[in-house]
């Protein structure tokens, strides 16, 4: 079969950390991370979630650039031109299939979330984010329960999240993904680092945040939480789906991977430390749960900002911090389909990406029936909302993750990988393969042998 390669490039290195940083600090940094914060006990989850990244995630994260800029296209065609040139079988390429197949998931459900933010940062524009003297935590309860269980307003704003996303990438690498990226990153570091300064300004409970999240009471862990942080870890860099593969693919020859994976790995994880500060001040000060789990955001927060001066400001830089953050990491999930259509099919970028966008968008009408209509379809003991999450993050994710590692660190040859990463014949190069080859393949058959019991 033909392969049509005319592949664009991200302009520069700072491009690209935008790009990358922009899919990997997502509504996983936001709305999910400070959540599992809460549930896990703060700062000794952090702790492990922190080594998690360094160790693991970080070194896979390396490799999924490599992998991408050696193989040069989609992400099945690069593992399977990698794995065949090196003499290992074509099979190689179901590591891509696991891949897609995870990000085809996550979209469909990231895209009923994304569609939430928007329609959040509607009502705090519009001035529907009040309770208006009703009791607030019901009002907001009720207002939640609204917006995610009438199906043809949570269908409305998955739609329009999905258009949304399919616009971007339906523009391209450099024009779509790119150019939204340059604009909204730094947008979204403005609302957060506002939105702290807020935090640590108004209110006396920052310093419980602050002890809440960096004091690390080891005692506190749990088997299920550690594995819930090395999960997380993966998650939020967007690693082990070949999104980033994908990404990596596109980068100019000149740009070093090392230091540009460090730096993302770094922006993203300031992010989610940075989303703490913001949110946990607010959470404490109103007396609230901080395990109060997926609702943490969409309803302990506005009743929180109801109850403050200047409460509807906060709550329109918030949810806008939301969708910013959603939006530029939707297309990362979306391009690496996009690609392996386009690539195999008629070479345009518009017909792949609505093809994609469509099938994309059927689940997803099923993931929003999920919290009503079909709330009762479940397996495992999970609608098919909860199911797709535990399906990746539990097993699709660290199973790529695996495959990634033992991929790069033992069929490469170091003369491949030497030189490429920007750390050639280094010390640092040594700890990068000794990661992928021993570390990280055993953190993530612990991580899998423990999601899936
Ligand atoms: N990293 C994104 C987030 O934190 C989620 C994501 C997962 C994106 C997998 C792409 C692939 O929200």
Redo the contacts with the bound molecule.
Sequence with gaps: MSIKNRREQWSSRWAFILVATG???????IW?FPYVVGESGGGAFILVYLVAIALVALPILAAELLLGRLGNHNVIDSLRRLAVGRGYSAHWSKLGWIGLL??FI?LSF?GVVGGWTIAYAYYALSGALSAGGAAPAEHFGVLFGRTTGTPVQALGWQTAFMVATALVVGSGVRHGIERLCRWLMPLLFVLLVCLVVHAALSNGYFGVACRFLFAADVSKLTGESVLSAVGHAF?????G?G?MLTFGSYLPERVGLTATAATVAGL?TLVALLAGLAIFPVVFAHGMEPAAGPGLVFVSLPIAFDAMPAGQLLGIAFFALLFV??IT?AP??LEPMVEYVRERGTGSRWRATVLVVCAVWVLGVAQVMSFSAWSDVRAFGRNLFELSDFL?SNIL?PLGGLLIALFAGWMLSPTQTNGRLGIAGSFLHGVWRFSLRFVAPLALLLVLVSGLR
């Design positions: 899919a990997a600090a997502g509504l996983g940094n999910k995870a990000v996550v990231y998650f939020t860099l967007s690693i789906v999104a993203d953050a959603a990491s990362s999930m990746v994710l």
